[in-house]
């Protein structure tokens, strides 16, 4: 198991913008997964990336996984006020423990 | 098929009182996970059930917190007594083959 950081810590946008945030991890991954936690509510797991896919979309989530950089990207296409909230990855070594970073606090603004 | 539950989904006590959060899986799921949030900081890893047997409590902060699985099915999650710093919010998680977790919503604890 290891601990994703993801960058940058907090992001403002206007509703209808796209949002980029991004990940860097530090040994080798079987896969990546990307969470979302609305403000005092529970995490929900929003797309999972294995290490040999380079790209994966999910509705208006692209992720993208480039494991030479050892780093991933989510993008949030077309943002509403509804996407508000703190985003994790979280770096899979096969392993059972998921470790999380402090997460990017994604505000949309209306 | 239903989520992971947890209860309560928020609790006030004071600090030296007694709380013990409850977690129901997905059932069938044999692992079950502990997380906590506190106060806009990373999501903190606490412990890991494999069927009723833990696993990982590496990051149990002390022994003021205690886990338990009966039979490996709920899990329960007591913190006595607490103190201020124990306010977060405490996820809890199970899977089948570690891979893409269930969250439940998570309990929501403030010590005053």
């Known amino acids: 198991s290891q601990q994703g950081e993801e960058d940058p810590q907090a992001l403002s946008i206007q509703e209808g913008e796209n949002a980029t945030m991004n990940c860097s991890y530090k040994?080798?991954?079987?896969?990546l997964q990307w969470y979302r936690q609305n403000s005092g509510r529970g995490l929900v797991h929003l797309i999972l990336i294995r290490s040999n896919e380079r790209e994966k979309h999910s509705g208006r989530l692209r992720v993208t996984l480039d494991t030479s950089k050892k780093s991933s990207s989510l993008l949030i296409t077309a943002s509403r006020a509804a996407d508000t909230a703190s985003y994790f990855c979280a770096p899979g070594t096969g392993g059972f423990k998921t470790i999380f970073g402090a997460g990017t606090r994604l505000f949309v603004k209306a | 098929e239903a989520g992971v539950t947890q209860f309560p989904s928020h609790s006030v006590i004071e600090k030296g009182q007694t709380v013990t959060l409850r977690c129901d899986p997905i059932s069938g799921h044999d692992n079950l996970y502990w997380y906590r949030r506190v106060m806009g900081k990373e999501i903190k890893f606490l412990l890991h059930?494999?069927?009723?047997?833990?696993?990982?409590e590496s990051g149990m902060p002390n022994n003021r917190f205690l886990a338990e699985r009966t039979g490996g099915t709920y899990s329960t999650l007591k913190v006595q007594p607490a103190e201020l710093e124990d306010s977060g919010v405490y996820f809890c998680?199970?899977?089948?083959?570690?891979?893409?977790?269930?969250f439940g919503s998570g309990t929501r604890l403030t010590v005053v």
């Open positions: 059930f494999v069927k009723e047997s833990k696993q990982d």
């Open positions: 998680a199970s899977s089948q083959q570690g891979l893409g977790y269930t």
């Open positions: 040994t080798s991954i079987n896969n």
